[in-house]
Structure formats: structure tokens, C-alpha cells
């Protein structure tokens, strides 16, 4: 099983960007369809991105599409998320995410994803 290791976050200025990184241990990453999540005080955990295994699959949340970016170098054992034109209601933590059920499987839904980093901290502000 991987861990998850998020970084990149802070503070930022609205229409401004960041870059996260989510570099995972083990050697089997590849493997792993591998989703970004964000949670803003007082809400639950939202779906942002997943890429399947070899990035064959890409999907978004409606909220950053054609603004947020997901990527992965498996040769790297780190997948990334571009945000750029951040708006303030894109304040959360944002978590990585691994699912584990193989290539066949993508998922939006948090319940799938077993493994979790601890999270980086963007806050936009106005």
C-alpha cells in the first residue's frame, strides 16, 4: 500500500495560481488511479480531478474544469494539480487520494479512495 505526502499549498491572491505535488511511496503508483480532493471548513469533502493509471483517463468536477490541471509522472511516484485562476471559493485543504481497485475503476466518490495524505492548506484570497 502507498502513502501520500501532499505538498504546495498557501496563500495566494485571487486569479493567481499554485501548484500541488502528491509524492507516494511503494513502488506499485502506476497502479493506482489517483484522485485530488478538497475540503473547506464546515463542508464535506469534494471531488476535484482523477487520472486513471497511465493518465489514459482524466476527469473534473464541474466547479475547475478549464481551470485546474491533473497530471502524474509515474517514473516520479508523484501526481500534481495546476490551479490556476483560483477563486476564493477554492479556500480548502486539498487532499491526494489512491484507489487501489485497479485500472479498470475510477472513481469521484471519496468512499473508493483507501489510502489519504494529510492534506495542504490553499487559501485564496479576494
Known amino acids: 500500500q502507498v502513502q501520500l505526502v501532499e505538498s504546495g499549498g498557501g496563500l495566494v491572491q485571487a486569479g493567481g495560481s499554485l501548484r500541488l505535488s502528491c509524492l507516494a511511496s511503494?513502488?506499485?503508483?502506476?497502479?493506482?488511479?489517483m484522485g485530488w480532493f478538497r475540503q473547506a471548513p464546515g463542508k464535506e469533502r469534494e471531488f476535484v480531478a482523477y487520472i486513471t493509471t497511465s493518465g489514459g483517463t482524466i476527469y473534473y468536477a464541474d466547479s475547475v474544469k478549464g481551470r485546474f490541471t491533473i497530471s502524474r509522472d509515474n517514473a516520479k511516484n508523484t501526481v500534481y494539480l495546476q490551479m490556476n485562476s483560483l477563486k476564493p471559493e477554492d479556500t480548502a485543504v486539498y487532499y491526494c487520494?489512491?484507489?487501489?481497485?485497479?485500472?479498470?475503476?475510477?472513481?469521484?466518490?471519496?468512499?473508493?479512495?483507501?489510502?489519504w495524505g494529510q492534506g495542504t492548506q490553499v487559501t485564496v484570497s479576494s
Open positions: 511503494g513502488r506499485t503508483f502506476s497502479a493506482y488511479t
Open positions: 487520494a489512491a484507489d487501489s481497485r485497479g485500472p479498470w475503476y475510477s472513481s469521484s466518490l471519496p468512499r473508493d479512495y483507501a489510502t
